[in-house]
């Protein structure tokens, strides 16, 4: 009966060595899936949000995009997340012919610009340096180019 008893010990033995390198096996595969996702995180979120962001405009009629982002020229060089909002939102307010404006930033790399413009309800000229300059009025009173 004891050699039953070791041959049945024997083949425990080598189960146990079969499974312990499918645990390793298994343990490695999700190991590397943890990494790979891990990366692919990284590539799809961090990296993108690390650069300047892209900066989306909407809303302006007189204004190009080029105008508007060479106004934003101080702030291009910023990342995402050291892109102030508030501070963009006081660059443009302070374009007359701008009547408000909202900046919102959407994770990971994208800036929204919305610019609503001052509109003309009527005109005049102002003198300045002996000459006559056209200007707009709003309907707030407020004289634009």
């Given at each position: 009966?004891?050699?039953?008893?070791?041959?049945?010990?024997?083949?425990?033995?080598?189960?146990?060595?079969?499974?312990?390198?499918?645990?390793?096996?298994?343990?490695?595969?999700?190991?590397?899936?943890?990494?790979?996702?891990?990366?692919?995180?990284?590539?799809?979120f961090?990296?993108?949000?690390?650069?300047?962001?892209?900066?989306?405009?909407?809303g302006e009629?007189?204004?190009?995009?080029?105008?508007?982002?060479?106004?934003?020229?101080?702030?291009?060089?910023?990342?995402?997340?050291?892109?102030?909002?508030?501070?963009?939102?006081?660059?443009?307010?302070?374009?007359?012919?701008?009547?408000?404006?909202?900046?919102?930033?959407?994770?990971?790399?994208?800036?929204?610009?919305r610019?609503?413009?001052?509109?003309?309800v009527?005109?005049?000229?102002?003198?300045?340096?002996?000459?006559?300059?056209?200007?707009c009025i709003?309907?707030?009173?407020?004289?634009?180019?």
């Amino acid at each position: 009966m004891s050699d039953v008893s070791m041959t049945a010990f024997a083949v425990e033995k080598t189960e146990t060595k079969s499974d312990r390198k499918t645990k390793i096996v298994v343990a490695l595969f999700f190991v590397f899936c943890a990494i790979f996702l891990i990366e692919i995180a990284v590539y799809k979120f961090a990296l993108p949000s690390m650069h300047a962001p892209k900066i989306v405009i909407g809303g302006e009629h007189s204004l190009t995009d080029e105008q508007v982002l060479s106004l934003l020229q101080p702030m291009r060089g910023t990342n995402w997340f050291s892109f102030n909002a508030e501070e963009a939102v006081s660059i443009l307010s302070s374009v007359p012919a701008i009547d408000s404006v909202t900046v919102s930033k959407r994770f990971p790399d994208k800036i929204f610009v919305r610019i609503a413009e001052r509109e003309s309800v009527a005109m005049t000229f102002v003198s300045s340096a002996g000459r006559s300059i056209p200007v707009c009025i709003d309907k707030n009173g407020v004289l634009f180019d």
